[in-house]
């Protein structure tokens, strides 16, 4: 039972470089999303899906790309990293009129 | 523009007491209310959920208590244990709970000692 799985889990990045998170889930969801998780601020979303080649900003999109070439996948892209997007990002899925979201372990992400 | 509004920051209960964490929405279209638990270094999961033609809903130790005309919701944790120590999220949603249409309150760490 994978659910959602999420590489890497810990990633330590210098300013300026570049890193692709990963996301995969097994579940045949449409609907998948990226959250960042900040101390006092809750889970505030940045990019979803709601299938394959849709894509569309959230909450807080700067700074980072998505695509959805398949169902199962859907990357996050830091193109230039900054220390602002050191946190911990989460992915999720669910079904278009699913009650439950479904979550991965996260990714913690340190930028210096 | 925080649409759901959580409190407190942190709690601390002893083993055996009631938790009670609370939320207030904004926005009068929210249709579904979720609450996400959230063990340390694991991702949020689904607690438990109410729609507002309901006042309360339970599910074992895990009550959720809706006043519509107030706009607020909370979650009760009776005789609460150790293990129930976690980072509890409310959240809203328009049209279900799909994963891009939930606004998250800020989180409440929740400290039970034994």
């Known amino acids: 039972n994978a659910g959602v799985t999420q590489t890497p889990k810990f990633q330590v990045l210098k300013t300026g470089q570049s890193m692709t998170l990963q996301c995969a889930q097994d579940m045949n969801h449409e609907y998948m999303s990226w959250y960042r998780q900040d101390p006092g601020m809750g889970l505030r979303l940045i990019h979803y899906s709601v299938g394959a080649g849709i894509t569309d900003q959230g909450e807080v999109p700067n700074g980072y790309n998505v695509s959805r070439s398949t169902t199962e996948d859907f990357p996050l892209r830091l193109l230039s990293a900054a220390p602002s997007q050191t946190s911990v990002y989460f992915c999720?899925?669910?079904?278009?009129?699913?009650?439950?979201?479904?979550f991965g372990q996260g990714t913690r992400l340190t930028v210096v | 523009q925080q649409q759901v509004k959580q409190s407190p920051q942190s709690l601390i209960v002893q083993k055996g007491g009631i938790s009670i964490i609370n939320c207030a929405y904004e926005?009068?279209?929210?249709?579904?209310f979720p609450w996400y638990q959230q063990f340390p270094g694991k991702g949020p999961a689904l607690l438990i959920a109410i729609r507002p033609d309901v006042s309360e809903k339970k599910e074992g130790r895990f009550t959720i208590s809706f006043n519509k005309s107030a706009k607020q919701f909370s979650l009760h944790i009776m005789d609460s244990q150790p293990g129930d120590s976690a980072t509890y999220f409310c959240?809203?949603?328009?049209?279900?709970?799909?994963?891009?249409?939930?606004?998250f309150g800020t989180g409440t760490l929740l400290a039970v000692q034994p």
């Open positions: 959240a809203a949603s328009i049209g279900g709970g799909a994963t891009n249409k939930l606004i």
């Open positions: 926005n009068t279209a929210f249709d579904y």
């Open positions: 999720a899925s669910s079904a278009p009129k699913g009650t439950e979201a479904f």
